[in-house]
């Protein structure tokens, strides 16, 4: 649906507080396309509850955008593992190489390098991005006082947060890229045996046991310590979730007893046109910018790496109609011009002041190049901040809704990771009070903050995988299931 803007006028030389009230309601009537009402929140929650249901079936699974993929994880932490592990967590902009120690009735022991992936690497071969892996690890490994804990082949999760489509808990085919990553000859083929292959060819002794989704790590990490986790939630660079599934409803993976922790991979909910009633010509025009325009539509309205790309494209839009920075700073010199000047770091800012108040609003105008901007300024940056903040903050509801809906049980711990959701404000409690909502007065539940799932929790699962084998050093790179 288009967004139902008004012909508006340029205002710029309304000066008259008259016309400053009348310039802040035109800036309603521009931003009400972000406006999603309690109607429309409850409608997207049974067309994403819908998705889910579709992505299980096998018929229905090519017409849906959310694709369920089975991760082969069946079994929740006891809280019992106990082994020294590796993890590698590959997800976005930051690699780290992890050796983690668990110990029963102990908080996990992680020792870590982190490392920036280049865009050169994020956007060049796959042999130079598995290679550039290998030697992360190899040159952590090397750093540590006696070098690895003992010579025999230690397992490694691999936390690899792209959508992958798994037929063991150590095969994963990565299905496409998201977040910026283009890596060549990678789409298709299996990340866990690229990561084997350049771990040996960079002569480390270790044994890949299972591939794992961020979404897992989280789940598994809280898990760990809060048996009713059932959830597993990201909203960070990008948004996803993973939940507990019963089998027999899982019509794409084998077997039919017990459960299994299925990737969810709901960045893509509306691929298939499913959010076209709240799609924007903000949210078009930020698509276009991206490498992978048409893909991710859900995670395009929510993930820290689009938010503050899309509040940009509107405070250009404002600015040319003469809603902001009246009579200042001619448009083709406005900094905000620039794709990139205005982060999900800044959306965080101007929302942690106090209502009412600018102080942290005018620094991050101040830091834009706008060391003077006027009240009416700083009320049209929060107030456009606010509205996209919203509009996330209401389709995560949603989704958790549909997902808690799909499993019907009492009482669920749903486990959060992410620096978005970590950094903003107020985004934990307008969620939690959004489900609330959704789900009615009497159903509980609550949000907990997963510590590090992404090294912790893929330790969890090779350590269980090992204790299962009999042996702290598994060398299965297939087994599981
Ligand atoms: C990926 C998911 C991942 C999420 C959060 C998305 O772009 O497709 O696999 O879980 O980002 O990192």
């Known amino acids: 649906m288009e967004p139902q803007v008004e012909a508006i006028t340029n205002v710029s030389n309304l000066v008259s507080p008259s016309a400053k009230t009348e310039r802040m309601q035109l800036l309603n009537n521009i931003i009400a396309p972000l406006y999603i009402s309690n109607d429309l929140c409850c409608t997207l929650e049974r067309r994403i509850r819908m998705s889910v249901e579709w992505g299980l079936r096998l018929k229905n699974n090519p017409f849906t955008s959310i694709k369920c993929f089975p991760t082969y994880v069946k079994s929740l932490p006891t809280g019992k593992e106990e082994c020294e592990c590796l993890a590698i967590d590959l997800g976005g902009t930051n690699l780290r190489c992890i050796l983690v120690s668990l110990k029963q009735g102990r908080e996990p022991v992680l020792k870590e390098r982190k490392a920036v992936v280049p865009i050169s690497v994020q956007q060049g071969t796959g042999e130079d991005l598995f290679r ?5 690890m190899k040159s952590f490994l090397d750093s540590l006082p ?22 063991a808990l150590a095969a994963a085919q990565l299905h496409h ?10 789409e298709g083929n299996d990340v ?4 084997s292959e350049a771990l040996s ?35 960070g660079t990008g948004t996803n979730a993973c939940y507990v599934e019963r089998l027999d409803e899982v019509e794409t993976a084998d077997g039919s007893e017990g459960s299994m922790v299925i990737n969810t991979e709901w960045g893509a909910f509306g691929e298939k046109g499913e959010l076209d009633i709240i799609r924007t010509v903000w949210d078009a025009e930020l698509d276009n910018m ?85 009240d009416e300024d700083c009320f049209v940056l929060r107030t456009v901040c606010e509205a996209v ?30 620096s978005l959701f970590r950094y903003h404000p107020h985004f934990g409690r307008k969620i939690e009070h959004r489900i609330q909502q959704l789900m009615g007065a009497g159903y509980k539940f609550r949000m907990l903050m997963s510590e590090d799932g992404s090294g912790k929790g ?22 599981s299931n």
């Open 192 to 195: 866990g045996r690229l990561l």
């Open 290 to 374: 991206t490498p992978n325009p048409g893909q991710q539509v859900l995670e395009k309205m929510v993930g820290g790496m689009y938010l503050g790309e899309l509040i940009r494209i509107i405070l250009v839009d404002l600015k040319t109609r003469g809603i902001l920075l009246v009579g200042a700073y001619p448009t083709q010199e406005f900094s905000l011009l620039q794709p990139g000047t205005f982060t999900t770091h800044h959306l965080c800012e101007v929302e942690s002041d106090p209502l009412g108040e600018f102080t942290r609003c005018r620094k991050v105008w101040g830091k834009l190049g706008i060391p003077d901007p006027t």
């Open 132 to 136: 550039f892996v290998a030697s992360e």
């Open 146 to 167: 006696g070098g690895l804990p003992n010579d025999s082949c230690l397992p490694l999760g691999f936390t690899f947060s792209f959508p992958c489509s798994q037929t």
């Open 201 to 235: 060819a960079a002569g480390l002794n270790i044994s890949v046991v299972a591939v794992l989704n961020d979404t897992t790590g989280a789940l598994m990490s809280c898990a760990f310590k809060d048996p009713s986790t059932r959830i597993g939630l990201i909203l």
């Open 458 to 479: 893929a330790a969890i699962i090779a350590a269980a995988l090992s204790m299962e084998q009999g042996s702290c050093s598994a060398n299965s790179n297939q087994s």
């Open 389 to 418: 903040s919203r509009r996330c903050c209401l389709l995560l509801a949603a989704g958790l809704a549909a997902l808690l809906k799909k499993m019907d049980e009492k009482d669920v711990t749903i486990a959060v990771d992410g």
């Open 177 to 186: 890229w998201t977040k910026g990553f283009k890596c060549s000859n990678v």
